[in-house]
């Protein structure tokens, strides 16, 4: 049986939708998963029956994560947040890892895990950690922008082929403070954290990058993808 794995949505406030990119469904597709996309929902019960009735969970990119999750005053380069997605996502977060069930992080997802856990975030690179490293590209999306180093004896030093990786990158937030249950899996040339994982649970990790852009013509990131449902096969 193929892995069911829920991904959380996409909003757009200005056209009152939810809405997914074609790359997360493709990449867990491609590794052998079917892609599920979740309802918007915070109620406890329909989160437990979520998380009862799939197999693993990836956490997508969008809005900026609020603050206030990470008990900071909102700056002015802060972007829009989605207070509904924070808040579905919280609650879902605990529910999964109490039930020890696989995650993906990407994007905003390593953002929210990260916060949602005990860390802290830069709010906005280019005010708060100024660099020569470009962090926000122009499209297309599906190739290598700047470099990150992979750490020994991690997740991503498992499926990774080379020691230095090329990675895509489309983002204006980023972790600043680890939060302690976590541990770094990747680092930038400018010394950000780029991807992290959970040690004491089953396979909970997170990428800074963007592997659903780039799964079909890079095979380290089909690999991140790979991992991830090969976790949550029962």
């Not at 794995?5 to 939810?18: A, F, N, Q, R």
């Not at 830069?122 to 590209?137: A, F, T, W």
């Not at 004896?153 to 204006?172: C, D, P, Q, W």
């Not at 403070?177 to 396979?203: F, H, N, Q």
Request: proline residues 6%; aromatic residues 8%.
């Amino acid at each position: 049986m193929r892995p069911m794995i829920g991904i959380v949505p996409l909003v757009d406030y200005e056209k009152e939708s939810y809405w997914m990119l074609p790359g997360y469904m493709g990449g867990i597709l491609a590794a052998g998963g079917i892609p599920v996309m979740l309802p918007l929902a915070d109620d406890a019960a329909v989160i437990m029956e979520l998380v009862e009735k799939m197999d693993g969970f990836l956490f997508t990119g969008g809005q900026d994560v609020s603050p206030k999750l990470y008990g900071e005053e909102k700056l002015p380069q802060c972007g829009e947040c989605s207070i509904e997605r924070d808040r579905m996502e919280k609650n879902l977060l605990e529910a999964v890892l109490d039930a020890d069930k696989p995650v993906l992080g990407i994007c905003r997802g390593i953002q929210f895990i990260n916060a949602a856990l005990g860390g802290t975030l830069y709010q906005d690179l280019p005010s708060q950690h100024p660099g020569e490293v470009e962090h926000h590209m122009t499209p297309p999306y599906d190739r290598e922008i700047h470099r990150v180093s992979v750490v020994e004896g991690t997740f991503l030093a498992e499926i990774m082929r080379e020691k230095v990786i090329g990675v895509n990158s489309y983002h204006h937030q980023a972790v600043k403070r680890l939060a302690s249950c976590l541990k770094t899996a990747a680092v930038s040339e400018d010394g950000l954290i780029e991807a992290l994982y959970m040690p004491d649970k089953k396979w909970v990790a997170a990428v800074q990058w963007h592997p659903e852009f780039s799964y079909q013509k890079d095979p380290n990131a089909a690999a991140i993808f790979e991992r991830f449902v090969k976790a949550a096969v029962k």
